[in-house]
């Protein structure tokens, strides 16, 4: 058996100390000892060697591991908290005794890892896009399953790095747009909690409150940074965060109106909309405020929309955009709402409520009559139970409910409408008159007769002012009107033959919209005040420079860092505004004055409904009055004007015949033009001899219009 052999022991090898004793022992000395075969002195002097006594006298120092780490904890890009640890430094004073190389850079590195740098702003963006697109990813996977990440959502967007904060806001709200259910959530109430259920609808109901919650602290975020902070350091930054979170709530709006919190929604973009001075977050606002119009089939979206806009409007005492008003056009009810309202009231439909009526409480014919026992009644009446149980789980609204809140909205409109034609608001008139054009078929009986005084009164003011266009011809535009207007100067900035002809546009688009025989003889209705008034302003208007300028061509643009150089003056071709916001989709209050003038005078002279009842000699004297005025009115004008005698002589070609013709003069004495009322004015004692100034006119469209006039007369006759 062969040998074990023994592990070898383990020697070390010592560095003997440069004393001893007393005595200094160099190494030429041993060197030179141990040459001369002088070896047992050395090992003498060895073996008195104390290397462990030597050891414990040298000074030693704490080690570094023992230091208190003083370090505060980091918040990292995912929101864990972490607590950095004390760099550990190398130990220098071993029994091996290391040499002194590098010992400079050894005394730099625990600076250096004591300031050392955080992640950079960079790489923390780019972390930051990878976990929500991870998050983002999970819930739209399932949402039941992950919706404790609705919470880690939130955590990101609290971060203070803007782009970041950005990143989360729009993550969020593609996240709540996909997993927001079809209709309302309700909170549970304590009956609701106590009833036994099964496991998939607890979690569904956990699901639905975790969801509540988290958009509700969604929606709060929002409405807090679109308000802004004025605090802050940098407001271009707060400007931004600002903008998305405006178009944040479009967005919402305009995908879940029917979701909860919608009020919320709608605050913050009313409140932008309260501001003086439009911007891009203010038109982003005003257009989802009309997409929401037209697209909303409930009713009760656009209900909530106007009461809050009204609200806003009465607070500010109406010193807002006309744009804001003009958002009521765009409402659904002027198209599918078939009722009358006022302030107060709303008319029901005659035939269908009759019908109601009378089929109310009594039983069906008995040839019609199904019959069915009592098993069979008792199980239609539970369906009938369970099919309204679907119709509220599927949110549909039966149209009874969609005319009732529409009628609301509607009665809401005109309480608006009215309280500003009663404050006399100098930029909102344009606006409200035209509306009430566009509701004139809503309007019922009660309430035409307050609109009508309302529209005399602000004739009359009209007339009463010397100067028809105070403050140098401005129009109605809102958010251009000046600070003393805001003050309550109503007389600066406004054009009262402007507002005059809006007047009378609207009366007889009210009663276009009402049937005349039954109006007629329950309100004794008479137009002739407008009437006269528009013959008394004919000549007046005919000399106005700035007959072929609508209302916003003379103001000018917004001076802001976008603006860019005035536009052009809008002409009786092209009647777009000068401001640097796009043009809105119904042109409202922005049409020339020769078109507001057209207007009338159609309205006058060829009414919708009743066309041959115009009398004789209002025909007449509008007609020799209006080829008076072609003669001085520019090109433009005179051809729109001949125009319309063109129409007015195919349709009382026979009435006005002897106009054209000196021997078939029906009058005696003298005409007078200047005439308070178009039936004093004797038109038969005229003839229209302007037509042969015309003919000679330097326009060849000119010409041409009035031989048009002559061939009309002649084939009415």
Known sequence: MAAIKARPTKRIRLTPPTTFGTEEISSSTLTAESENGEGDAFLKAAANWNLEQNYEQRPRKKRKQDKENTRLPIKTAEGVVQQLAVPVEADDDSFLGTSDEGSDDEKIVPKTLQHAPQIPVQQQIVEAKEELARIAGLLNEDPEEHAGLFKSLATIASSPNVTIKKLAIATQLVVFKDVIPGYRIR??????????????????????????????????????????????????????????????????????PHFNFRGEILNILISKLSEKRPDADFIKCRTTLEELFRNDEDGTPSLDAVTALTKMLKNRSYRVDESVLNTFLHLRLLSEFSSKASRSAIDSHNDDSTKQANTRGKKAPKQKRVFLTKRERKLAKERRGIEKEFQEADATVSYEERDRMQAETLKLVFV???????????????????????????????????????????????????????????????????????????????????????????????????????????????????????????????????????????????????????????????????????????????????????????????PAQSVRAVPAPRVAAFSKTIMAIALQTPEKSSIALLGLMNRVGKAHGRKIAGLWNTEERRGDGVFDALAAEPERANPWAATVWEGELLRRHYSPKVREAVRGVERAIKEAQ
Do not use: W
């Open 187 to 256: 909170p549970l109430s304590e009956t609701d909690m106590t009833i036994k259920v099964s496991q998939d609808v607890k979690r569904l109901r956990a699901f639905e409150q975790s969801l509540v919650s988290s958009y509700q602290t969604y929606v709060r975020e929002l409405a807090k940074l679109a308000k802004g902070s004025r605090r802050e350091s940098s407001p271009s930054v707060d400007s931004s965060l600002s903008s998305v979170a405006i178009s944040c709530a479009c967005a919402l709006l305009t995908a879940v």
């Open 416 to 606: 608006c409408y009215f309280r500003i034609l009663k404050a006399r608001a100098p930029g909102l008139m344009g606006a409200v008159l035209e509306g009430l054009a566009k509701y004139a078929h809503l309007i019922n009986q009660d309430f035409f007769g307050d609109v009508l005084e309302a529209l005399r009164d602000l004739i009359g003011q009209a007339e009463g002012s010397d100067n028809p266009s105070v403050g140098g011809g401005g129009g109605d535009g809102g958010g251009e009107e000046t600070e003393k207007e805001d003050e309550g100067e109503d007389g600066l900035g406004r054009n009262a033959s402007r507002e005059s002809l809006l007047c009378i546009i609207t009366a007889f688009e009210l009663l276009r919209g009402q049937d005349v025989a039954k109006s007629a003889n329950a309100l004794h209705l008479d137009l002739t005040f407008f009437i006269s008034h528009l013959y008394r302003t004919l000549f007046s208007l005919a000399l106005n420079p700035d007959l072929e300028l609508s209302a916003h061509s003379l103001q000018l643009p917004d001076p802001s860092p976008s603006s860019s150089s005035p536009s052009a003056p809008t002409t009786l071709a092209a009647t777009t505004t000068t401001t640097q916001t796009p043009p809105p989709r119904q042109q409202i209050n922005v049409k020339t004055t020769i078109v507001l003038l057209l207007r009338a005078l159609t309205g006058v002279l060829l």
